[in-house]
């Protein structure tokens, strides 16, 4: 079955301690980013990646990280979380071939907590 | 530069009635544009998508959309509401340009269903 998973779904944490949330994809996906969701703001790009070991900030960058050293994976870290990164988060991939008509496909969400 | 806006954060309809959720788009090139659903606690799902073909777009749970360039719009309709619809919209369009794969989403309209 083709599809994008996310662990953990839910984490509580502390400010600080560092976090990753690990995401794979089984599409054989070249796209893959990291969105965060907020009441009232809908979803924001953290960051994203073209293929392996390319990636760029999106419009919330701060704060986050990012590696692609596989095409599959794409861990989001939070090297010393903060309360404002209470969020829902989603990763996605699609492909960027024009028949595939560039439709992303989600993750389950995390939903962090910081305290 | 491609924008979206979803005129409406909170819709409410009765069972059985039109279901209209409204987005605007704006974009320099010809767009690719997308509608996803996010049923309570889960991720997005693609209700539909435009990619330059017809205009009339049919979707998934009998939603459909009508891309109208004249009036740079891509609202969402269905003639007939079920409870099963209760959920939050978002609309999409595809960034051009260095970015390729990257998707701009609106703030999201927020579906209720009445019995």
């Known amino acids: 079955e083709a599809q994008v998973t996310q662990n953990p779904r839910y984490l509580i944490t502390v400010t600080g301690k560092k976090l990753t949330v690990t995401c794979s994809q089984n599409m054989n996906h070249e796209y893959m980013s990291w969105y965060r969701q907020d009441p009232g703001l809908g979803l924001r790009q953290i960051y994203y990646s073209m293929n392996v070991e390319v990636t760029d900030k999106g419009d919330v960058p701060e704060g986050y990280k990012v590696s692609r050293k596989e095409k599959r994976n794409f861990p989001l870290i939070l090297e010393s979380p903060s309360p404002n990164q209470t969020s829902l988060y989603f990763c996605?991939?699609?492909?960027?071939?024009?028949?595939?008509?560039?439709?992303?496909?989600f993750g389950p969400g995390t939903r962090l907590t910081v305290t | 530069a491609q924008s979206v806006t979803q005129l409406g954060s909170h819709v409410s309809v009765s069972e059985g009635a039109l279901v209209l959720l409204r987005c605007n788009y704006s974009s320099s090139v010809p767009p690719y544009l997308f509608w996803y659903v996010q049923y309570p606690n889960q991720g997005l799902q693609l209700l539909l998508k435009?990619?330059?073909?017809?205009?009339l777009v049919k979707g998934i749970n009998g939603f459909e959309a009508e891309f109208k360039k004249s009036e740079t719009s891509f609202h969402l309709t269905k003639p007939s509401a079920h409870m099963s619809d209760a959920a939050e919209y978002f609309c999409a369009v595809r960034v051009y340009g260095g970015s390729q794969g990257n998707l701009i989403f609106g703030k999201g309209t927020k579906l209720s269903v009445k019995p």
């Open positions: 996605a991939s699609s492909s960027p071939l024009r028949g595939s008509g560039y439709e992303q496909y």
């Open positions: 435009y990619t330059s073909a017809a205009t």
